[in-house]
């Protein structure tokens, strides 16, 4: 883990949910997947984490940009083409600590409303699919952030905790 990385409250929890796991090939460094199971039951794993070395400079902190909303989206598909067939779907679960999505003019010029929205349909698609979606509330869930990563869950869970917030718009 990054020095970054060891701040986060959401790189922290993928982490000892998944025991540490291999991270899966093909992501972002600021988006982790994992592939483990809960119980006996396979599951997808996805957390955004801070990158100090993110091409966007307002996405390095752990928020939801670019690159982050097509990785989320791209992770969240996967599981939706893998399991297709499959009598029971995995089980996709979404590590949520993203303090905002990454505000900036070049990430409103390339599109960030479109990636965005592209993790959050896929979100939702893999729920009317039958895939169980779990968000599971760690840390920060902040603005458009938290729209495009967990909110499409069937269910949501937050620990009770001081660090725990939860906002549609922030200050």
Same mark, same amino acid.
């Given at each position: 883990?990054?020095?970054?990385?060891?701040?986060?409250?959401?790189?922290?929890?993928?982490?000892?949910?998944? =025991?540490?796991?291999?991270?899966?090939?093909? +992501? $972002?460094?600021?988006?982790?997947?994992? /592939?483990?199971?809960? =119980?006996?039951?396979?599951?997808?794993?996805?957390?955004?984490?801070? %990158?100090? /070395?993110?091409? @966007? $400079?307002?996405?390095?902190?752990?928020?939801?940009? &670019?690159?982050?909303?097509?990785? &989320?989206?791209? #992770?969240?598909?996967?599981?939706?083409?893998? %399991?297709?067939?499959? #009598?029971? *779907?995995?089980?996709?679960?979404?590590?949520?600590?993203? $303090?905002?999505?990454?505000?900036?003019?070049?990430?409103?010029? +390339?599109?960030?409303?479109?990636?965005?929205?592209?993790?959050?349909?896929? @979100?939702?698609?893999?729920?009317?699919?039958?895939?169980?979606?779990?968000?599971?509330?760690?840390? *920060?869930?902040?603005?458009?952030? +938290? &729209?495009?990563?967990? @909110?499409?869950?069937?269910?949501?869970?937050? &620990? =009770? /905790?001081?660090?725990?917030?939860?906002?549609?718009?922030? *200050?």
């Amino acid at each position: 883990m990054s020095t970054q990385e060891q701040g986060s409250r959401g790189a922290a929890w993928l982490a000892a949910l998944t =025991d540490n796991a291999a991270r899966v090939a093909g +992501f $972002p460094a600021s988006v982790q997947v994992v /592939d483990g199971a809960i =119980d006996e039951r396979s599951a997808r794993y996805i957390a955004v984490v801070p %990158d100090a /070395d993110n091409a @966007y $400079p307002r996405a390095r902190g752990g928020e939801v940009g &670019l690159v982050e909303g097509w990785a &989320l989206a791209q #992770a969240v598909r996967q599981v939706v083409a893998a %399991d297709a067939g499959a #009598a029971q *779907k995995r089980a996709i679960v979404a590590v949520i600590d993203v $303090p905002s999505q990454a505000y900036g003019r070049s990430e409103e010029a +390339f599109g960030i409303h479109q990636a965005l929205a592209a993790a959050a349909e896929a @979100y939702a698609v893999a729920r009317e699919a039958g895939h169980p979606v779990l968000g599971l509330i760690v840390g *920060k869930a902040m603005s458009g952030a +938290f &729209l495009a990563h967990g @909110y499409q869950a069937n269910r949501l869970i937050a &620990l =009770d /905790d001081a660090g725990v917030q939860v906002h549609a718009m922030g *200050k």
